[in-house]
């Protein structure tokens, strides 16, 4: 039984940083993408960025991308996300998760990943 574990959320102001841990415990993830997805209130859930399983490749949803980085700890089964630079359409509750298909996360195919965090809740606002 893989267990995903989200830290780091909170509230964080316009223009702010905030660094999102995930730690994964009860079965090597090593050979998996990581990733993180958001939903915010009312919205649907939608891809954040992604990792390979290496740690060589990113991908990063269009409205994060050059404020956010995803980052693989060299275990290979700690991600990070770190927030830069944050808008108030940033506020949604983040979620690790991990899937064998580096491509259901940059297809957005929420429903085809494997494993899912519960969540951390991130709130930017002044």
């Known amino acids: 039984q893989v267990q995903l574990a989200e830290s780091g959320g909170g509230l964080v102001q316009p223009g702010g940083s905030l660094r999102l841990s995930c730690s994964a415990s009860?079965?090597?993830?090593?050979?998996?993408?990581m990733g993180w997805f958001r939903q915010a209130p009312g919205k649907d859930r939608e891809f954040v960025a992604v990792?390979?399983?290496?740690?060589?490749?990113?991908s990063y949803a269009d409205s994060v991308k050059g404020r956010f980085t995803i980052s693989r700890h060299s275990t290979q089964d700690t991600i990070y996300l770190q927030l830069n630079n944050v808008k108030r359409e940033d506020t949604a509750v983040y979620y690790c998760?991990?899937?064998?298909?580096?491509?259901?996360?940059?297809?957005?195919?929420?429903?085809?990943?494997?494993?899912w965090g519960k969540g951390t809740l991130v709130t930017v606002s002044s």
């Open positions: 998760s991990a899937d064998s298909a580096f491509v259901n996360y940059v297809q957005d195919r929420s429903n085809e990943i494997e494993y």
């Open positions: 009860g079965k090597s993830l090593r050979t998996y993408a």
């Open positions: 990792v390979s399983w290496t740690g060589s490749t990113t």
